[in-house]
């Protein structure tokens, strides 16, 4: 039944020895053809009476067995012919996007018709993005275009790296001030990141940042964080009681850190990162450099970890310091261990994790290129703009200077996805 049709299934072979049922009725046909030449009998005639009557019942049950079973897999087949084949409804049909190119992705559905128009915004978090999508009630396309983030990588991880950032700065004429109020209006820096807090020294009272950028009338504000000024002090270490002198600004970040633990902002996000005002910082970059080396695979619980930036001396430079949400929780839990007031914050904070706290210290000495961290073969004060894969540069005071060094930073950066993403291909 089914080779008429084409429809034998694939590896089916018919054996004559094996089909039963026909080589029941085939025996008397051949046999008596064979006799009507021969003379002689067929064997079915050469049985008793009851076992031939019991054979040949035999024989129809079983051809009627194989005959029923045959016609279902015809029906079978002949369905499976007739009935259209359907495709998966979010098929991907445009290119691969991009770094650095405005990405189209193409996706097909059938769906109702409906306008959806999606607005999402955090404050304070990264600008207002509006998506929006068509659809129609026959098969249509969707098209989304967005234009991809310079610093972020082409690969996608399965749990994005989630950042609380802040600034503490002083007040006008500060050219601290200046500079947020420029890296807010054109969301760089800390604005790029998933929540954010900006603390101002010494004035009692906020210090505008400029208007929201979602067309609202409400302007962004510092957090104050007034008491006794940062102030300059003599630093020694070492077997040589080699002595520095420094800015003596703990007190200061003590504070904003108190800010922080009571409003418990930070327990929503994976990591808090302190940056300087005067630092040329790129958070995208950063969670990219801590999802390959931030050891996210292990259980973030107290003391939790933090990250070293200079390989030079080994240390936790203060332009660009990283806590995880674990060591953050250690140090809300017992900040009386940390003795960070009459010391600068950053060889305070470093002695707090390590002796007090006992976090573990980690290594991100890619992250980084500080003037006061030579790279090996430079000379003291030294940074260099255009090297690539740098999160954070440091230090640029004044607003001019950190233009200049981020201008170059864009440039370096397209220079090399281009090289690695040349149009066309």
């Known amino acids: ?50 076992e031939r009557s019991e054979r040949k019942l035999f024989c129809k049950e079983r051809w009627l067995v194989g005959f029923a079973f045959a016609l279902s897999m015809t029906v079978t087949a002949v369905c499976s012919q007739l009935v259209p084949k359907t495709t998966s409804s979010n098929t991907l049909t445009g290119p691969v996007p991009r770094a650095l190119q405005p990405t189209t992705t193409n996706m097909t559905s059938t769906t109702t018709t409906a306008t959806t128009t999606a607005m999402s915004t955090t404050i304070p978090t990264t600008p207002t ?129 108190k800010k922080i633990f009571a409003e418990g902002l930070y327990k929503k996000y994976d990591f808090t990162i302190k940056a300087d005002p005067d630092t040329v910082f790129m958070p995208a970059m950063l969670r990219s450099q801590l999802q390959a080396f931030g050891y996210l695979d292990k259980p973030d619980k107290p003391p939790g970890k933090i990250f070293l930036n200079c390989p030079t001396y080994g240390s936790l430079q203060g332009s660009l310091e990283v806590f995880s949400r674990g060591a953050m929780e250690a140090f809300d839990a017992e900040p009386w261990k940390c003795h960070v ?35 090996p073969g430079q000379k003291q004060g030294g940074r260099d703009c255009s090297v690539p894969g740098v999160v954070a540069f440091h230090a640029f005071k004044g607003l001019n200077k950190w233009k200049q060094c981020y201008r170059q930073v864009l ?3 397209k220079q090399q996805a281009a090289a690695e993403h040349p149009v066309g291909e």
């Open 129 to 257: 993005t509006t998506t929006t999508t068509t659809t129609s009630a026959t098969t249509t396309t969707a098209n989304t275009t967005t234009t991809q983030d310079l610093f972020t990588p082409d690969s996608q991880s399965a749990k994005p790296v989630s950042l609380f950032c802040l600034f503490v700065i002083q007040p006008p004429p500060s050219y601290e001030h200046a500079v947020a109020k420029y890296l807010f209006k054109t969301n760089l820096s800390i604005f790029q990141c998933n929540a954010w807090r900006v603390y101002s020294d010494k004035w009692p009272h906020p210090i505008g940042l400029g208007l929201w950028n979602n067309g609202s009338d409400v302007e962004a504000k510092t957090v104050p964080i007034p008491g006794p000024p940062a102030y300059r002090c003599t630093v020694c270490w070492g077997y040589n009681a080699k002595c520095l002198v420094f800015m003596c600004n703990g007190n200061a970040f003590m504070r904003a850190f």
């Open 341 to 375: 007031n009459q010391k600068p914050e950053d060889i305070g904070f470093r002695e707090c994790f390590r002796f007090a706290l006992k976090s573990q210290y980690l290594p991100l000495f890619e992250a980084t290129w500080d003037q006061r961290c030579p790279k």
């Open 1 to 50: 039944l089914l080779k008429p049709f084409g429809l034998l299934p694939a590896g089916l072979q018919i054996r004559e020895e094996k089909q039963d049922s026909m080589a029941c009725i085939l025996e008397d046909e051949e046999v008596a053809s064979d006799n009507d030449e021969t003379g002689e009998h067929s064997s079915s005639e050469l049985l008793p009476g009851s």
């Open 411 to 413: 440039l370096t950066n």
